[in-house]
């Protein structure tokens, strides 16, 4: 069960860079995590757009926690947070504060695109103080990326892509490769949604069962929000399903 908001987060890829324009000011997503058959826990995405040292971006917000039964032998309560140049479509500053069981972190990253570097700072061991580390052109965070995905129009996504892409996770580069394999019309609590089908390629052994043990599905319009998340594990299996959601920019066409 740990890191809810990563199986939801780090596998939407991004295509370059772009404005972040259809996202609503106050827009909220909800998502109902499952592992086998508990019902374990929530995952819930907000935003508010806002201004950081005087530039329009996007606060998004992640906030994930075990609930029921499963909280009672292993309690999760993550915090996720990220403020989105709009104008470029890339984090500038991305804060990780997590308790899962008995594990914490609490990492907060600014930015610096125009010369490849971030900085990190561990909050949780303040004598470690700061460090500038180097990056990589268009790095997005676990929030970001998530938006920046969902700026793209239905044109620019294409059955067959295979994107690359890299993306800052507590204090370590990950990259990733994803391919869009087709469309999909997919039953939900709110009525069947067409739906890209997105299989991302992972690093097998740390979290899951095999190199592409997880698939998800994005809605196939100018939203893009994803819809339902599998994941086989290496303990069993995970699935995230849409819940809720609240001020999407766009009406979601639901065919029934």
């Known amino acids: 069960m740990k890191k809810i908001l990563n199986f939801l987060a780090i596998f939407i890829f991004f295509l370059g860079f772009g404005q972040i324009d259809n996202i609503a000011d106050g827009e909220s997503i909800i998502f109902r995590i499952h592992y086998g058959f ?14 950081y040292k005087g530039i329009p971006h996007l ?35 991305y804060v990780r504060n997590v308790r899962e069981g ?9 930015f610096n695109h125009d010369n490849n570097t971030l900085i990190l700072t561990d909050r949780k061991t303040p004598a470690n103080g700061s460090k500038v580390i180097k990056s990589v052109k268009g790095v997005q965070d676990m929030l970001s990326c998530f938006y920046y995905l969902r700026s793209k129009s239905p044109d620019e996504l294409k059955i ?19 391919k869009v394999v087709g469309t999909e019309n997919l039953k939900t609590k709110f009525g069947t949604i067409n739906c890209l089908k997105i299989i ?10 095999e190199k592409e043990g997880v698939t998800m599905w994005v809605s196939n319009d100018a939203n893009h929000i994803p819809m339902l998340l599998k994941a086989e594990l ?23």
Do not use: C
């Open 234 to 256: 290496a303990v069993g299996s995970l699935k995230a399903s849409i819940d809720d959601y609240k001020n999407v920019k766009y009406p979601l066409k639901f065919i029934e």
């Open 160 to 178: 067959g892509t295979v994107i690359n892409m890299n993306v800052w996770i507590d204090d370590e580069m990950f990259p990733f490769q994803l």
């Open 38 to 51: 508990l019902n374990a826990g929530t995952a819930t995405l907000t935003t508010q757009k806002t201004n």
């Open 200 to 209: 991302p390629s992972v690093k097998s052994g740390r979290v899951f069962k």
């Open 59 to 93: 606060y998004a917000k992640g906030t994930g926690a075990t609930t029921g039964a499963v909280k009672a032998f292993f309690k999760v309560e993550d915090l996720y947070e990220s403020f989105i140049n709009v104008n470029t479509g890339l984090p500038s500053f």
């Open 102 to 110: 008995s594990y914490t972190q609490h990492f907060e990253t600014v």
